[in-house]
C-alpha cells in the first residue's frame, strides 16, 4: 500500500486542481498518511494527555501548546510576582499590539492594523458601530444566516441604539451549508453600508471567496468586516491583498489561545484616520496616563482599545501563535484539505450507509477545516461518543455532529478511529441509552 505524493492550491485559486491521494478505508491506510505527514512533528509541541481520546474539536477550543505551560508560569511567577507593576513598562503595555502583529501574520495585515483586545462579540460591536458611522446615509446591514448567532445578536441590539435607522437583511441559504455570491449580491445596493459575514460559517464550515464578495461590496460603495473566528489559522487570509475594511477573529479556536482567550481586531490603513470605536476608554486614549478629562483619540487601530488589557492570557496566547507562524498557512492548509477530505470519504464508504449525511460542502475549496455529518440521532449519538466511546465533537443544533480537524495535531489516525467510534456507536445502538434533553453546554 502507497500513498501517491500530492500538491495543493492556495484555496483562493479557483482554477486550479485539487490532487488528492487516492483514499483506502483501513487503518494501514491512515497510519500511511501520517507517515507522509509534513506537519506529524508539531503534534508534540502539544500536551496530549491521553492518546486514546480522540479529541475533534479543536475548532472549538485548541489544545495546549506545552510552551503555553511554560510562558503562563514565567508571566505569573517573574513578570507578576516580581516585576509587579513595573511590568507593565517592561513588557505588558505594549502586549496587545505586540501580539496582534503576530496574528498579522497569518492574516495577511501589514504592520499597525491587527490589536488583541475583549472578546470577538464586543470587537464586533466596536467595529460595526464605526462601519455605520463611516456611511452615515446609507442604511442597510448584510449578513446571512449561517453567520454565528452572537454575530446577528449584536447586529440586531446596534440598530435600536442607532435609533432604529438600520435594517438587517440576512441572506438566505438554499442549502444549510453554503452561500451563493449572487444571493449576496442581488441584496446589495447604493443603501447598503457594511456587508459582515464569517470566512468559514460555524456549523456547515463553508468558505466564502472574500475576495469576490469584497470586490461586491465595494463596487456597492458598503464596508466589509469579516469575521475570520473560524478560519484563521485553517486557512490562508490575506486582509491587505482582499481589500478587506474591517476585521475581528477568535483566539480560542485553531489558533489555541486557551478558553476564553482574547480575541483581535483588523483596521485596515485607509479607514484608521476616521474609525472611531463607540467606546471611549483609556486604553484607547492619545495619552493614557495624562489623566486629561477630555478624549482624544490614539492615532491607528489603538483607538479601538479600551481598557486593561487581560495581560496573563494575552502572554498564554503567544506560544500557539509561533507555533502557527513556524508551520506556515500553505502547509496547514494543505494538511487540513487532506484531513477533511479522508474524513468525507469515510463518511461516505462507513458512515453514509448508516443514515448521516453530509452537512459541509464537498469541494474542498469551498470549506474549512470541520466537517459537519448530520443524522436524525445527531444529538444522542454524540452524547454517546462524549460518555461513551472517548471521542469528542461537539454537536450543533437541530442533528449537525461537528468534527474539527486541527492540522496542527490531528492525526489521520484520528480520523480513521473517530469514524470507527462512530459507527460502532450506531451499530451497536449505544446512543439509545442516552435521553434527548440537551445539555447546557453542546
Ligand atoms: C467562536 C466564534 C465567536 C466567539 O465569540 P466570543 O465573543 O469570543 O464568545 C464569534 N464568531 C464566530 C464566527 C465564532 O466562530
Redesign the pocket.
Known amino acids: 500500500m502507497s500513498v501517491r505524493k500530492y500538491s495543493i492550491i492556495d484555496c483562493t485559486n479557483k482554477e486550479a486542481r485539487l490532487k488528492l491521494p487516492n483514499f483506502e478505508p483501513g487503518e494501514g491506510f491512515a497510519r500511511q498518511l501520517d507517515k507522509q505527514d509534513a506537519l506529524a512533528k508539531f503534534r508534540q509541541a502539544f500536551y496530549i494527555a491521553d492518546p486514546d481520546l480522540i479529541y475533534l474539536d479543536g475548532n472549538s477550543l485548541g489544545r495546549l501548546p506545552l510552551a503555553t505551560r511554560e510562558r503562563v508560569r514565567t508571566a505569573v511567577e517573574m513578570e507578576w510576582g516580581i516585576d509587579l507593576i513595573r511590568g507593565w513598562n517592561a513588557n505588558w503595555y505594549q502586549a496587545p499590539a505586540r501580539v496582534g502583529e503576530k496574528i498579522a501574520r497569518l492574516v495577511g495585515a501589514a504592520p499597525g492594523q491587527v490589536l488583541v483586545s475583549d472578546?470577538?462579540?464586543?470587537n464586533l460591536f466596536k467595529l460595526v458601530c464605526a462601519a455605520l458611522a463611516l456611511r452615515p446615509e446609507r442604511n442597510c446591514i448584510v449578513s446571512d444566516v449561517l453567520n454565528?448567532p452572537?454575530?446577528i445578536y449584536i447586529l440586531q441590539g446596534i440598530i435600536p441604539l442607532l435609533g432604529n435607522r438600520h435594517s438587517l437583511t440576512l441572506v438566505p441559504s438554499a442549502d444549510e451549508i453554503s452561500i451563493d455570491l449572487r444571493d449576496i449580491a442581488a441584496r446589495i445596493d447604493e443603501n447598503t453600508a457594511l456587508v459582515t459575514v464569517?470566512q468559514v460559517v460555524?456549523k456547515s464550515g463553508f468558505l466564502y471567496d472574500v475576495e469576490e464578495l469584497t470586490r461586491i461590496a465595494h463596487r456597492a460603495g458598503a464596508l466589509v468586516l469579516l469575521?475570520v473566528?473560524?478560519s484563521v489559522g485553517a486557512v490562508p487570509i490575506a486582509f491587505d491583498r482582499w481589500g478587506v475594511d474591517l476585521a475581528i477573529g477568535?483566539t480560542y479556536?485553531y489558533l489555541n489561545g486557551g478558553p476564553g482567550s482574547p480575541?483581535f481586531l483588523y483596521v485596515n490603513h485607509a479607514l484608521q484616520p476616521r474609525a472611531l470605536s463607540p467606546i471611549w476608554g483609556w486604553f484607547g486614549q492619545q495619552t493614557p496616563f495624562a489623566f486629561d478629562l477630555t478624549y482624544n483619540p490614539a492615532e491607528g487601530a489603538r483607538r479601538f482599545l479600551v481598557s486593561s488589557p487581560p495581560i496573563l492570557s494575552i502572554l498564554a496566547m503567544e506560544a500557539g501563535l509561533d507555533l502557527q507562524i513556524e508551520a506556515g498557512i500553505e502547509q496547514i492548509r494543505q494538511k487540513s484539505i487532506i484531513l477533511t477530505s479522508y474524513l468525507v470519504f469515510l463518511v461516505d464508504t462507513i458512515l453514509a450507509p448508516l443514515g448521516f449525511t453530509l452537512g459541509s460542502p464537498r469541494d474542498a475549496r469551498q470549506r474549512g477545516s470541520h466537517i459537519s455529518i448530520r443524522h436524525p440521532e445527531g444529538y444522542r449519538i454524540n452524547r454517546a461518543l462524549v460518555e461513551d466511546m472517548h471521542l469528542i465533537p461537539d454537536f450543533r443544533e437541530p442533528d449537525n455532529i461537528r468534527l474539527g480537524l486541527a492540522p496542527l495535531y490531528t492525526s489521520f489516525w484520528e480520523v480513521w478511529e473517530g469514524v470507527d467510534r462512530i459507527r460502532r456507536v450506531v451499530e451497536e445502538e449505544r446512543y439509545l441509552c442516552y435521553s434527548n434533553q440537551r445539555q447546557a453546554v453542546t
Open positions: 472578546s470577538t462579540s464586543v454565528f452572537s454575530d464569517s460555524f469575521d473566528s473560524h477568535c479556536k480575541a
